[in-house]
């Protein structure tokens, strides 16, 4: 859910998916980025966020997890370089001056790598730090993911919690064959970024590479609802992950093979509903 449902990757050099990103970034603003709401909740709950909690978000999104953990008095600073559209979203969210709304004083929303949201000088270093991007459903989904928590973790005090999220296993997550379709329909270009089913170690391997310490897990139930068949394409368009789909094929086509997968899954009354499982890991910084 910012931020994010999964890490954006575009297809290989030379091939620009032909899609409007504004719209992407408000469908998943208003859309999909909700689905991962429990996770966010069961994380915050656990860890008891609150007045006293200085959280850095890596990968924020448009800002709905930085919102939920300022809502119950954390201070939140997110970060961020894939998608400008859903900062822009974010910054509306948490620092709203332009809507006539007294903007947040303990929160920031940086376009760039963690090392640009270093504390200032004096001011107490972060004491939680989130990745609430879910991997485990792309090919090479974490690949930098260490290098990010690599830089944001000294900017950590000793001991702060690290969550990571991933994708639950393939059997418990009704989504994932929706998602074997922009696998088929890009591998004729040969995509790294082709699905793949979650390991039950994703997360753990994670951290080790990054030099953090396991400290405990958990498992939360993360359905998908939507209004209808065309709300939960539009959704699972916001996500990125059928972006080299419509550019190996087209906008057409993807949408024809998105609803048909989506068929087993609409309820009588038009809604669709994926039951899903994601899991997190909370890992220590040395």
């Known amino acids: 859910m910012t931020p994010t449902l999964v890490r954006q990757r575009l297809p290989r050099a030379g091939a620009t998916p032909r899609v409007d990103q504004c719209t992407r970034a408000r469908d998943w603003a208003e859309i999909q980025e909700r689905m991962l709401v429990p996770l966010y909740e069961a994380v915050y709950r656990r860890l008891d966020v609150g007045a006293g909690t200085r959280l850095l978000g890596l990968g924020c999104g448009s800002g709905l997890a ?15 370089t894939s998608s400008p559209e859903r900062m822009t979203l974010a910054r509306e969210r948490l620092l709203p001056e332009g809507w006539g709304t007294r903007a947040r004083a303990d929160a920031r929303v940086v376009d760039g790598t963690p090392e640009d949201a270093a504390a200032a000088p004096g001011d107490p ?4 730090v989130t990745a609430f991007e879910p991997i485990g459903c792309l090919a090479g989904d974490s690949e930098g993911l260490g290098d990010l928590l690599a830089t944001a973790t000294p900017l950590a005090e000793r001991g702060t919690p690290v969550v990571l999220a991933g994708w639950g296993p393939p059997e418990r997550c009704a989504t994932s064959a929706v998602l074997r379709v922009a696998a088929k329909l890009t591998d004729p270009l040969r995509s790294t970024g082709s699905w793949r ?3 039950r170690d994703d997360l753990e391997e994670v951290a080790q590479r990054a030099g953090l310490r396991p400290d405990g897990s958990g498992r939360v139930a993360c359905p998908f609802g939507y209004a209808d068949v065309d709300n939960a394409v539009r959704g699972l368009l916001s996500t990125g992950l059928f972006d080299a789909a419509i550019a190996a094929t087209d906008q057409a086509q993807v949408d024809k093979e998105l609803t048909e997968a989506l068929h087993p899954h609409r309820r009588r009354d038009g809604t669709v509903w994926m039951p899903n499982v994601f899991r997190y890991l909370i890992a220590r910084t040395p």
């Open 66 to 80: 930085l919102l939920m953990a300022a809502s119950r008095g954390a201070s939140v600073t997110g970060v961020d």
């Open 125 to 128: 270093r972060y004491n939680l």
């Open 197 to 199: 089913p979650a390991l």
